[in-house]
């Protein structure tokens, strides 16, 4: 037997669910065979990195292609959700992972994954012939290839969606999945898609995004960015396109990507996103060069048919949504009665399509907790409430959350309590303690500085329920380095871990935004310690608080009196 199925552990089977999930895209056949044809290859791969007849050299290309680094103590495996679109199913067989072969924990991702961050080289097969028993993997979410494709949590749902972007998010993905021209790019691509005039997918900062739109004749199309990022060198992305028709998409992004593929640097690691390159010929050159290939492109060749969207639109069947009145009763009772959970509905509660539904996001920020850091239990019973009030669906966001997006309104009392109980009822999406934090030097080999311990002191210096909601929607986020992972770039007030001889300190930035338009923040000034940090944030929040006028949050008062009189507060005593 080999050292890696030797390792395999006896295990509880995942809790008996139904194999299939309204609003969920089914595998076939054809996709289960190859997941696990692809496990067995892996797993012959990882016997000869056990044996050493591979070294960790020759072996690294070859981990990278199924999502697995090596970090500071230990290997993470960073696990794939298409677009953010999980199972109850597939969230108990994650809990049942994270327990066995990890630490208890799972930690979610800005790019709406999941990582393990304790796991042994010689589990890894095992711990994939789990992942390939519910259709998930690992695959694409490391190496320089397409990446896993991201989405709005609210898709499908939301009152304001103008198209359903799931749809196009599958086409990208069986389109990208194992794309032999696209597997070694001069560096990783990421492509962000929504269909809402809200942009909750980030998409400006992604190297395309893509926004999907009708025309005037009602004609599905897509608005089309390129070039956007975070890391040392942030950019917004821009607008390549303003309507692509829906049948040209896979076309004209395979243009984009040779383009790309021909011309992006692979000479220098620092420059070699696509960012770099439309940055350096300038959107009009760019545009020009993609334009030339696609014409040198057989259409049809590449030709989107409506029959294959139709196909995978029909594959995501709908839910089995009970009639009901627009407004419950009960809801508005309970809302009076209960201030706590009224609180909670303002800030985590969306507006959802279908009457008598509302969308319900769990935020994983409670207070003085890790962001986006559940355990096994508490993941096992989120599982058990996405059943119970949610059609067994989850959604992971960008924000480190997790959303439940078909809720009778009738049920939300119910579903609060029951998250209470498990520690993440907090009504705090979108404030204060909502942050975003990147792993940073407690598990990171490039880490300057940590990132999850000032969150949890951030999180529970402004603990109060009360002071959170007077401030209102402010985003915080922190990266432990320049690589940007906790999108410090684009927090209202961002964070940067860097080393100041010798010593872990963090940088502030002033006014970021991923939200529709996108803005990368400004520095606010020299760096500081932890400690400092924690009152630069204090102060930053206190001359908003005073200088706010009516209905301001927080980025509306500091466009209008600019960065000086926080400046002037911050740095006042140095
Ligand atoms: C602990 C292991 C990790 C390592 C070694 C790592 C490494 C990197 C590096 C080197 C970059 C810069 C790439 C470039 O600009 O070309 C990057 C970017 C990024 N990483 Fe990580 N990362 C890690 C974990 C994470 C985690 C946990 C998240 C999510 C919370 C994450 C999300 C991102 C995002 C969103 C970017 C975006 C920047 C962009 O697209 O321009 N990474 N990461
Ligand atoms: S931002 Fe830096 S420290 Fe944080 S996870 Fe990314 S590479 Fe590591």
């Keep these: 037997m ?21 609003g969920i895209y089914h595998y076939d056949q054809v996709d289960r065979q190859f ?5 067995e290859q892996f797993r012959r791969q990882v016997d000869r990195r056990l044996s ?23 290997y993470m495996l960073r696990i794939a959700v298409p677009y953010g679109v999980l199972t109850s199913r597939q969230l108990s067989q994650l809990a049942h992972i994270a327990r066995v072969y990890d630490k208890g924990f799972g930690h979610f991702t800005t790019r709406q ?27 694409q979410t490391s190496g320089n290839c397409i990446r896993n494709v991201t989405s709005d949590q609210f898709a499908g749902v939301a009152d304001d969606e103008v198209v359903d972007p799931r749809h196009y998010a599958e086409v990208l993905r069986q389109w990208s999945t194992l794309h032999p021209e696209f597997t070694f790019l001069p560096r990783k691509f990421k492509i962000a898609i929504t269909g809402s005039a809200t942009d909750r997918a980030a998409v400006c900062i992604h190297d395309v995004g893509l926004l999907v739109k009708r025309d005037a004749d009602g004609r599905v199309g897509f608005e089309v960015y390129v070039g956007g990022g975070l890391g040392r060198t942030p950019f917004i992305g821009k607008k390549l396109r303003d309507f692509l028709p829906e049948d040209e998409l896979i076309a ?24 770099i390159l439309v940055h350096e010929l300038g959107i009009d050159t760019f545009r020009q060069e993609v334009e ?17 969207i139709d196909g995978i639109r029909a594959r995501f069947a709908s839910q089995p949504y009970e009639a009901l009145p627009p407004v419950s009763g009960a809801l508005g009772r309970a809302r009076l009665e209960d201030h706590t959970f009224n609180r909670w509905v303002r800030t985590n509660v969306a507006a959802h399509r279908q009457p008598g539904y509302a969308i319900a996001t769990i935020t994983l920020k409670p207070a003085g907790g890790i962001p986006g850091d559940a355990s096994a239990d508490q993941m096992d019973a989120i599982a058990t409430l996405a059943d119970r009030y949610s059609f067994g669906e989850l959604r992971v966001t960008h924000e480190q959350n997790l959303v439940l997006a078909h809720v009778r309104q009738d049920d939300l009392h119910a579903l609060w309590k029951e998250l209470s109980k498990i520690g993440f009822g907090e009504a705090n999406s979108g404030l204060i303690t909502d942050i975003i934090a990147c792993p940073g030097l407690d ?10 311990p000032l969150a949890q002191r951030i999180s529970e210096r402004f603990a109060d329920l009360d002071r959170q909601h007077d401030i209102g929607e402010l985003k915080i986020k922190i990266s432990g380095c320049i690589n940007a992972c906790g999108h410090h770039h684009v927090g209202h007030i961002g964070i940067l871990g860097v080393d100041k ?3 872990e300190a963090y940088q502030l930035t002033l006014g970021g935004t991923a939200a529709t338009e996108g803005a990368i923040g400004d520095i606010l000034g020299p760096a500081m310690s932890a400690d400092e940090a924690l009152d630069a944030i204090e102060g930053v929040v206190g001359v908003y608080l005073e200088r706010r006028q009516d209905g301001e949050r927080f980025l509306d008062t500091l466009t209008r009196i600019g960065h000086t009189p926080f400046k002037d507060k911050v740095y006042a005593a140095h």
């Design 2 to 22: 080999s050292p890696s199925a030797a390792a395999t552990r006896p295990l509880d089977p995942p809790k008996d669910l139904p194999d299939s999930t309204a």
């Design 501 to 503: 001889k010798g010593v």
């Design 443 to 452: 598990y990171c080999a490039l880490a300057n500085a940590r990132s999850i």
């Design 252 to 275: 004209y992004l395979e243009a984009v990507l040779r383009v790309y593929n021909a011309y992006g640097r692979r000479d220098n690691i620092y420059k070699a996103r696509i960012k």
């Design 35 to 39: 997941l696990r044809e692809r496990v």
């Design 52 to 74: 050493g007849e591979l070294t960790e050299d020759e072996f690294k290309p070859l981990r990278l292609m199924n999502g697995l680094y090596l970090q500071l103590h230990a």
């Design 292 to 308: 030339a290939e696609y014409a040198r492109m057989s259409p049809e060749t590449y030709r989107l048919d409506a029959a294959i």
């Design 113 to 139: 994954n999941l990582q393990l961050n304790w796991i042994k080289l010689v589990d890894v097969p095992a711990i994939l012939d789990l992942l390939a028993a519910v259709d998930l993997h690992a695959i």
